[in-house]
């Protein structure tokens, strides 16, 4: 009996050998998963970069009405931007702007990508910034006046910095779920790192090794980010002490 489990285990382990060598020692296949990689996390860093900026700007626009109610057209227009993008998926976005808007000038996938998914992150960051200023006391506005700053000086060096030490463990989750959310770049025929598992079970056939690697790289880099968010929290808390 041992020996024909020693044996079955034996043959398990040597199909799956020869699957994992198939998938990706062949034709040096793995390189698909590792240039997707690549491609995922330009996107993934273009796009962070493009949703604070627009964030924080559509924030303070917001946050600006709802303290002085001046900037209203700007506020009806962030608004519908908000509307917009919190409204409708991600992906119906991200082909809009490349079939729709884009593709006719020949722009680049990726820069298309980054341009979609920025747009698409900068509403959620605007509410998170927004709830942050929101949040800070109104008796530091007073404050930042009484040492003679105008408005544009006391949000830039009185409130900014505490709403951002407050919003900021939601901002690295929301950039978390940015990099996930980049899965859906292969909607526009970019390789990024779903695709290239997907490229790889065509050539093989073999649905399971592409695939779970896939889902094992994406939740490698969850996890640190994860880990590394649950410290920036832990060190943040210290420093309130």
């Known amino acids: 009996m041992n020996l024909l489990l020693d044996a079955e285990n034996a043959g398990f382990f040597e199909k799956l050998r020869d699957r994992f060598v198939n ?13 997707g990689l690549a491609v995922t996390m330009k996107i993934t860093l273009g796009a962070v970069v493009i949703g604070v ?22 506020n009806f227009l962030a608004n519908i931007y908000l509307t917009v993008i919190r409204g409708t998926p991600v992906v119906v ?9 884009l593709a006719p000038l020949g722009v680049d996938e990726i820069l298309v990508a980054i341009l979609a998914f920025g747009i698409n992150s900068g ?19 007073e404050a930042g006046r009484s040492l003679g700053f105008n408005y544009v000086q006391t949000m830039w060096y009185v409130i900014l910095p ?34 290239g598992g997907y490229i790889i079970v065509g050539r093989t056939f073999d649905a399971f090794m592409p695939l779970i690697s896939v889902a094992i790289i994406y939740l490698v880099i969850v996890v640190i980010l994860t ?9 943040l808390r210290n420093s309130e002490h």
């Open 23 to 35: 998938c990706f020692i062949e034709d040096d296949r793995w390189k698909y998963l590792a240039n």
């Open 53 to 74: 900026i627009l964030g924080f700007l559509v924030a303070a626009i917001r946050a600006t009405h709802d303290k002085t109610g001046k900037l209203r057209i700007l």
């Open 93 to 101: 976005q991200l082909l809009i702007v490349y079939f729709v808007i």
């Open 123 to 141: 509403a959620y960051v605007a509410e998170i910034v927004r709830a942050g200023i929101m949040s800070v006391d109104n008796g530091q506005f």
């Open 162 to 195: 505490q709403a951002f030490k407050n919003i900021l463990p939601a901002l690295c989750n929301e950039f978390i779920v940015l990099l996930k959310e980049t899965s859906v770049s292969g909607y526009i025929a970019l390789q990024d790192l779903t695709k």
């Open 227 to 235: 880990k590394l968010v649950a410290l920036l929290e832990r060190r």
